[in-house]
């Protein structure tokens, strides 16, 4: 399937510090084995194929900034919350240069998902399992 990128991401997803990309899906279209086939361009004039791969899995994401729109959102990947630091490597492996540069791309509510074409999926670690995790 096709995903439309600004030009802006070319160089990052090529010299692959992009490794994915967030989007909505609210047909729940894009699944584990899907074709990616990378695009720049807004379908007006020439479109320009820049990467092909396929998508290594799926997760869920949100972003909510409640009533305080000046205070940190609280980012969920997969129904768990992410610390700060795994907010920074999400914001950087999605291409951005700090936490602050995606907050300022994703600045209002949003609910997606990760399309990943790498290995790599976010595992936010719970309360629980971090005790469990001390304990051994």
């Known amino acids: 399937m096709i995903l439309s990128f600004h030009?802006?991401?070319?160089?990052?997803?090529?010299?692959?510090?992009?490794?994915?990309t967030i989007r909505e899906?609210?047909?729940?279209?894009?699944?584990?084995g899907q074709k990616i086939d990378g695009y720049c361009g807004n379908g007006k004039g020439k479109r320009e194929k820049f990467f092909e791969d396929t998508c290594h899995s799926t997760q869920t994401i949100s972003i909510v900034y409640g009533d305080n729109k000046l205070a940190r959102p609280t980012i969920m990947v997969?129904?768990?919350?992410?610390s700060e630091v795994e907010c920074i490597k999400l914001a950087v492996n999605d291409g951005f240069n700090s936490l602050d540069d995606f907050l300022g791309w994703f600045?209002?509510?949003?609910k997606g998902k990760i399309i990943h074409w790498t290995g790599l999926r976010y595992q936010p670690k719970t309360a629980s399992h971090a005790t469990a995790t001390q304990r051994h």
């Open 7 to 20: 030009r802006r991401w070319i160089t990052p997803i090529q010299e692959g510090h992009k490794v994915h």
């Open 25 to 32: 899906d609210k047909k729940n279209r894009w699944s584990t």
């Open 78 to 82: 997969d129904g768990q919350e992410l």
């Open 107 to 110: 600045s209002d509510d949003y």
